[in-house]
């Protein structure tokens, strides 16, 4: 064989016939997931869905709405976590193309296209579609909605902590550093000696009440999952603990408090079962202690559900007689159920399920921080992470892998199954030709003697 030389100059040919056109290998996941949005005619059903937010005839045609979202899905399974490098992987990807549907000599939509869409798509336009995909597993059977684990986690904004101005004045830190220092002598402080006062000055504080960042309003000043202090935004996921998919996923300000939200998004998680069609009803929210408090025990018991949280410790004893007799009836049964041996297995699935979906969507998923601002453009994009999160529980069930490498790993794994296999019937014929061979030896030497 010849050593092959790379060209440095290629002259491009004017005109290429399509069948002479190098056709992609493809993904097997990717070519799997067409199929199963076919079976349940998910592009009719975007495009039905998205008609009210275009114009008639006017203009050039956008995004066709299948291929939007299914841009979203590629951004949760290549871990993408902004609308530019999925374009770029996109179109940099033929297979990843020919899951959006786009012929050979058809471009992929650019990020600025995508950034457009997601803007001018409404949030109810992305809960359907999130409802679309539990439809999907409530055909399938997978959908059970009994018992909902429920925890949040942090999302970081698009947004710098250096950049938060006082609501007040409207004055950055600077300026407010400034005027402090001036008070204490220093008429014109350089930037180092204004740095050396503001870390030494007493009575420093951050609080969301006096400061926010023009940039993104909605994001908060909130302690990250790895102690750091960043502008943020929580996330809340209820995860149905019989088949680990995400029934609701909402997005609060990073300062929310847990016992705020927690009947919220469980009366979210009802809806879209309800709206999935799945035949049960919500029997048991299981969470963990940050959640425990007096009125959301009181919230659970009216609304049928009942509430496996256990209780945070205090200096004190509860006092309960000047309090209702029925909140003291609720949580004194909160208190029993989680405690038992049922309530503490409850626990541990939570505890497993929806870290793990949070493992999912944030770090491998690419969803720990955000590019976009505004709590509704936020909950939109993670609503379609945790959509993309609930197929491969699907695809699991139809083709038993649930995502790319999975399937890249299968294969791998056949060959390395065949390759043992061939060597053990080699092994099996050699140790075979040797028995023959010493039953003729043996024949020969008889016939000897």
């Known amino acids: ?25 493809g993904y097997r996941f990717y070519t799997a997931l067409n199929r199963l949005l076919a ?4 592009d009719s059903f975007v495009e039905a869905l998205c008609v009210p937010c275009y114009a008639g005839v006017t203009g050039g045609p956008s995004i066709p709405p299948g291929v939007f979202f299914r841009m979203t899905f590629v951004g949760y399974f290549e871990g993408l976590p902004s609308h530019r490098s999925i374009a770029w992987r996109c179109a940099d990807i033929r297979s990843l193309a020919e899951f959006l549907g786009l012929g050979p000599a058809e471009e992929t939509p650019d990020h600025s296209s995508i950034s457009k ?12 579609v999130f409802r679309f995909i539990l439809r999907v597993a409530a055909r399938k059977g997978l959908l059970w ?7 949040s986690t942090t ?7 250096k950049s938060i101005v006082r609501k007040d004045s409207g004055k950055d830190g600077k300026d407010y550093t400034k005027k402090l220092a001036k008070k204490v002598g220093l008429d014109e402080p350089t930037d180092a000696e204004l740095r050396q006062f503001d870390k030494k000055r007493p009575g420093k504080t951050v609080s969301n009440d006096d400061g926010e960042n023009p940039n993104d309003p909605d994001a908060r000043i909130t302690r990250m999952t790895n102690g750091t202090t960043r502008m943020a935004y929580k996330a809340e996921h209820a995860v149905d603990l019989e088949s680990d998919l995400i029934v609701s996923a909402t997005v609060h300000p990073g300062n929310a408090a847990d016992t705020a939200t927690v009947i919220d998004t469980a009366i979210e998680a009802a809806v879209n079962l309800e ?18 408090s007096t009125k959301v025990m009181t919230l659970a018991a009216e609304f049928g559900m009942q509430p ?3 209780e945070r410790i205090g200096p004190t004893q509860r006092r309960w007689a000047e309090k209702d007799p029925a909140e003291k009836k609720v949580v004194y049964a909160a208190r029993r159920r989680t405690k038992s041996k049922h309530g503490k297995l409850l626990s541990r699935t939570r505890s497993e399920w929806v870290e793990r979906s949070f493992a999912d969507v944030y770090d491998t998923g690419g969803a720990r921080r955000t590019w976009l601002r505004g709590l509704q453009s ?16 699907i695809m699991r069930v139809i083709c038993g892998l649930g995502s790319p490498r999975a399937f890249k790993g299968l294969r791998t794994l056949l060959q390395l199954a065949w390759t043992h296999f061939d060597r053990l019937v080699s092994a099996l014929a050699h140790l075979s030709g040797r028995a023959i061979g010493d039953r003729n030896a043996a024949g020969q030497s008889t016939l000897a003697i």
């Not at 002259?11 to 056109?21: I, K, P, R, T, Y």
């Not at 999302?155 to 902590?161: C, G, H, K, L």
């Not at 709206?275 to 425990?292: F, N, P, Q, T």
């Open 145 to 151: 909605g009994e018992k909902l684990g429920i925890d």
């Open 275 to 292: 709206e999935a069609r799945c035949d049960s009803d919500v029997e048991a929210i299981v969470a963990d202690k940050g959640y425990h």
């Open 117 to 128: 869409t997601h803007k001018r798509l409404p949030k109810d336009v992305f809960d359907e």
């Open 155 to 161: 999302i970081q904004a698009n947004a710098s902590m």
């Open 378 to 393: 936020v909950t939109k994009r993670h609503l379609m992470k945790a959509a993309a999160r609930n197929l491969p529980t």
């Open 39 to 42: 079976e349940n005619d998910f």
């Open 1 to 25: 064989m010849a050593l092959g030389k790379r060209k440095r100059e290629r002259q491009l040919e004017a005109f290429v016939s399509a069948s002479d056109l190098r056709q992609s290998p």
């Open 308 to 310: 496996y949280i256990p």
